[in-house]
């Protein structure tokens, strides 16, 4: 079982900045796709970003990309998640995800294995 624990969420303005972490703990999860999801109040959880084992190759959701920007360090079992040029709309609760399968980050195609519960980002127009 892993454990997932995000942090760095806060409340910034329009065009700033936020760096998210997520520390993962009970098992490595250097063999695990990781990524971030993010939910609005009323919207369903949608994709953000994702990152292979190794960390050769990142993945983004359209409405993010170009601005945030998927890290991995897997000698801390840590995933980051660079935030940059923060709108009104980034704001949500974003969690930190894990899985064996790619797909399941990006395409949806089965549940994802590992949540973690989530930090919030609030960005102030």
């Known amino acids: 079982q892993v454990q997932l624990v995000e942090s760095g969420g806060d409340l910034v303005q329009t065009g700033g900045s936020l760096t998210l972490s997520c520390v993962a703990s009970g098992r490595t999860t250097s063999n695990l796709v990781m990524g971030w999801f993010r939910q609005v109040s009323g919207k369903e959880r949608e994709f953000v970003a994702a990152i292979t084992p190794s960390g050769s190759s990142t993945y983004y959701g359209d409405t993010v990309e170009g601005r945030f920007t998927i890290s991995r360090d897997n000698a801390w079992n840590t995933v980051y998640l660079q935030l940059d040029n923060l709108q009104p709309e980034d704001t949500g609760v974003y969690y930190c995800?894990?899985?064996?399968?790619?797909?399941?980050?990006?395409?949806?195609?089965?549940?994802?294995?590992?949540w973690g519960k989530g930090t919030l980002v609030t960005v102030s127009s």
């Open positions: 995800a894990g899985d064996r399968a790619l797909a399941s980050m990006t395409l949806g195609t089965s549940p994802v294995d590992f």
